[in-house]
């Protein structure tokens, strides 16, 4: 157990729906970074949080959006779904951006679009 | 851009000793990190090469080579449990103040007895 939460586990909606995705860091760790792990594009770097502020973005489609609160939980909202959004969103934390090199991933939301 | 290279499938058997090789190209290169997941598992750390050579963790390996560009994760003594894909990443620089792992597609190694 990395002690990062995700949910839900699994999400299925239908073409054209918008969902948000939830996460929670571990105990002290400030930064949080979302990723998507589809079959043919492997672990795609979606974006980057630290304490509240985006930091990094990586292959994020527009209709993608994500924040980082507070309380240090994240959410990301995927909306006008397409079948080819289907994946596998990981969530990750780690210290900071400084120890970016060393992410604790959680158990991970599997989207299912129809 | 970045790429990472690393091959697609590995086969070995228990007790043997493999080799994963990475090659990367980036712009902003920190480091290379290696991550292990087993199927339908979370990626989970394994380890991290900042400076050229090499790092051991019990039975895992890595090395790293800045001027080659080029790094390996050796495993020993292999045990079915080992069975799982193996990403490198490297740890590029991302805007102003960002750096993010970028990872390899993965090689899924198979343990057989």
């Not at chain 2, 590995?10 to 997941?37: D, H, K, M, P």
Request: hydrophobic share 30%; aromatic share 12%; glycine share 10%.
């Amino acid at each position: 157990d990395s002690g990062v939460t995700q949910t839900p586990k699994h999400l299925i909606t239908a073409t054209g729906q918008r969902v948000t995705l939830r996460c929670s860091p571990r105990s002290g760790d400030l930064s949080v970074y979302w990723y998507q792990q589809s079959l043919d594009q492997g672990l795609q770097f979606l974006i980057q949080y630290y304490n509240g502020e985006e930091r990094a973005k990586g292959n994020i489609l527009e209709r993608f959006s994500a924040q980082q609160f507070p309380d240090l939980h994240s959410e990301l909202n995927l909306s006008s779904l397409e079948l080819g959004d289907s994946a596998l969103y990981f969530c990750a934390s780690s210290v900071g951006p400084g120890n970016s090199y060393e992410q604790y991933f959680g158990p991970g939301t599997r989207l299912t679009v129809t | 851009g970045q790429s990472l290279e690393q091959p697609s499938e590995v086969t070995a058997v228990e007790g043997a000793i493999v080799q994963i090789n990475c090659t990367y190209q980036t712009s902003g290169f920190y480091g290379l990190s290696w991550y292990q997941q087993h199927d339908g598992g979370a990626p989970t750390f394994l380890s991290y090469n900042a400076l050229d050579g090499l790092e051991e963790t019990g039975r895992f390996s890595s090395f790293l080579s800045r001027s080659d560009s080029y790094g390996y994760l050796l495993l020993q003594e292999l045990q079915m449990k080992d069975s799982a894909s193996y990403f490198c990443a490297v740890r590029d620089r991302k805007g102003q103040a960002g750096t993010a792992l970028i990872f390899g597609k993965g090689t899924t190694l198979s343990v057989s007895s």
